[in-house]
């Protein structure tokens, strides 16, 4: 059986379901925000659709389950090659990067003949599409998993293909090899990897007098002088709660650290300890600088607002910086850690993880073509590709991209810290914080409470 969806496995550049709308219980955080209808793509004199998919609800997945509709999937071989006129369908959760990412794919269709129709997502429903799809075994030829215990899950259930012997990831840095490989198995290949920090615009900051800050303090008064310019300080997309989420990880991250870190995975350090309830105490006191009706606001909202100029800074990914500029190509934006709580303790932390692993959808009709595509991801002329255009590279001997951000987002993750969904002993602390974080910042979840339910996420109770 395909494994059921569960709750939390989105975020900045991952897909993933869009947990439940918790409804806001001040004004401040009231707001609609209607989603933008995905456009067709002009690719060589003729129009492509990108297709999308509205969302679909746990209820309908819950039915689904209830009237035995989980089918299991039979691994085999049907085909050897895509036939002409009948492309690979291959599945993004950014429709925001489409024109860099079908830019990519042309590459690899030019050099093997075989076509690919890209198929964008939004991010937020992507886990929850990709498994109804795959149980009604509509899915694509190349679905692309969230990296974590998703994958796994995915392997074990039949759905996707074990590549072993067909994929090189030889080729591959440690970070990307240790996540497709499962129980000794190779299931697929990222086209990149992301780090994870705080965006800012340098002209607003500068026309306020301000540099980047340091501390959590300095984020504070920071925030407080760009309110006092007309300047929305923060953007907190919190509608889904995954971005949230990413915000206290990173908050979390700056007082951990990686040796922190690791000590919590071991049980040396508890998300109840103070110092690790201040961080969440961060966001909550620095809620009067997001957005009006934050609650409402979608990430892909809440990027093309920054983006504009709606908000001075912003968390974002890698990636994400195709996206900015696919909105407004003059923006002038820079990165840095996030800070740490004082200049005394804690670390400017990032986080960093894996794209979507690229899988092989067992039911393919095409596996032969679908497993070349794979494949070539694990190749240097690949990643190049990516991380001159979308991310940072995976494959040993590629550097990243001549974007300057890129090269800060290196110098600035001295003290990175693995993505919290992307490890599997703390993927459900993750699942809780998407649960919970929008409640924390609207005043219905205290940052102790928080940290209670979040620890036993990961004990397990």
């Known amino acids: 059986m395909v494994p059921a969806v569960t709750e939390g496995q989105a975020g ?15 004004a401040r955080a009231q707001g609609t925000h209607p989603q933008v209808p995905p456009t067709p793509v002009t690719r060589g004199g003729q129009k492509e659709r990108i297709m999308s998919t509205p969302p679909i609800s746990r209820r309908t997945i819950l039915r689904l389950a209830g009237a035995g509709s989980l089918l299991a999937v039979g691994v085999g071989r049907a085909g050897a090659q895509a036939r ?30 075989i076509k690919l129709t890209l198929e964008p997502k939004p991010g937020p429903e992507y886990v929850q599409v990709l498994s109804t799809s795959m149980q009604a075994g509509e899915g694509p030829d190349l679905p692309g998993i969230p990296p974590g215990p998703l994958v796994g899950q995915f392997l074990k259930s039949g759905a996707i293909l074990d590549l072993t012997g ?43 007098g301000l540099k980047p800050p340091r501390t959590w303090d300095e984020l504070k008064r920071a925030a407080q002088t760009l309110k006092q310019a007309g300047v929305v300080p923060l953007m907190m997309p919190a509608r889904d709660g995954v971005i949230p989420a ?6 979390a991250s700056s007082v951990l650290g990686p040796v922190g870190f690791a000590g919590f995975l071991a049980g040396q350090r508890k ?6 309830v201040d961080a969440a ?16 606001i979608s990430y892909a909202e809440g990027k093309a607002t920054f983006a504009r100029g709606g908000t001075a800074m912003i968390l ?18 820079d990165f840095i850690a996030f800070p740490p709580p004082s200049a005394t303790a804690g670390v400017r932390a990032t986080v960093s993880g894996l794209e979507l692993i690229y899988t092989v959808n067992a039911k393919s009709k095409y596996v032969d073509a679908a497993v070349q595509f794979v494949d070539w991801l694990t190749t240097p002329e690949s990643n190049r590709l990516f991380a001159n255009s979308i991310t940072l590279p995976t494959v040993k001997g590629v550097v990243p991209g001549q974007n300057p951000i890129w090269a800060r987002q290196v110098e600035e993750a001295k003290n990175d810290v693995p993505t919290w969904r992307d490890v599997d002993a703390a993927a459900p ?17 205290k940052p102790a409470e928080l940290g209670r339910q979040a620890q036993a996420a990961l004990a397990g109770t």
């Open 271 to 276: 998300l109840t300890d103070p110092d690790l």
């Open 429 to 445: 602390v993750w699942t809780a914080l998407t649960k919970s974080m929008q409640g924390v910042l609207l005043g219905q979840v």
């Open 281 to 296: 105490q961060l966001l909550v006191d620095l809620a009067p600088y997001y957005p009006e009706g934050f609650a409402g």
């Open 12 to 26: 900045l550049t991952g897909g993933g379901r869009e947990t439940g709308f918790v409804p806001p219980n001040n």
């Open 316 to 333: 974002g990914g890698t990636a994400d910086y195709a996206g900015y500029i696919a909105v407004n190509p003059g923006i002038k934006l």
């Open 246 to 251: 990413f915000y206290y990880m990173l908050a």
């Open 166 to 208: 067909r994929v090189h990831a030889d080729r591959m840095i440690d970070i990307a090899r240790q996540r497709v490989v499962r129980d000794g198995k190779v299931v697929g290949a990222p086209f990149g990897k992301y780090t994870v920090g705080v965006y800012y615009h340098v002209d607003l900051l500068a026309k306020a």
């Open 84 to 113: 002409p006129g009948e492309p690979l369908r291959i599945w993004s959760n950014h429709p925001e990067w489409r024109e860099a990412l079908r830019k990519n794919l042309d590459a690899f269709e030019q050099q093997s003949g």
